[in-house]
């Protein structure tokens, strides 16, 4: 997305990219980026988001091994997959197993000691800030996917956490994968609203 695209463009043309090109992302931009996600909506202005920016091919190396692992082991229990899921899943995995090559990793942690307790809002902060995030890449010219391999105990979070020196109290929401785009998508496919809109009832 151009930076003189309107956002409302930006929104309509953001898509998940899984192929990437080798070249860095600049610094600045990452700030931009970053700073961009904190403007996002923050329940009682807790701003409980923590991210961590990983650049370190050797680190994105040590990370790759319990995601894919645990996605692995994932595929391996599923059956009756259609053919068009097949291949976004056969996507998922080659762009794990291409990790340390995807020039910028950002994952995306709640610190749990500034949000409330109850589940419906403890990920009400960090959401928006990702979607943010997300948009600003766009803008840049730059390309993301998100995705949550690495964020729950099942995923590799475990691991992960302790790759990274994540304390206890921080929670992983989901990682996004950021750099330039190896490939040029189309806008994405989506129902119209009417298949899912109510209006003053159901």
Partial sequence: MPSDMSLLDGINSLRSVRKFKPDPVPEDKIRIILESASKAASGSNTQPWEFVVVRDANVKTRLKEP??????????????????????YDEAT???????????IIYCCVDLTRVGKSEEVKYASIYPAVQNLML???ALGLATCLTV????????????????GIPGHVKLACLVYLGYPAVQLGSPKRKPIEKFVHYDRW
């Fill in 94 to 104: 080659e762009m794990l197993r291409n990790t340390e090559k995807v020039p910028v």
């Fill in 136 to 138: 600003a890449a766009h």
């Fill in 149 to 164: 391999h690495g964020s729950t105990p099942t995923r590799g979070e475990p691991e992960v956490k302790k790759i990274l």
């Fill in 67 to 88: 995601m894919l692992r645990t996605w692995l082991e994932r595929l391996a229990g599923s059956s009756g997959m259609s053919p068009r899921m097949r291949d976004v």
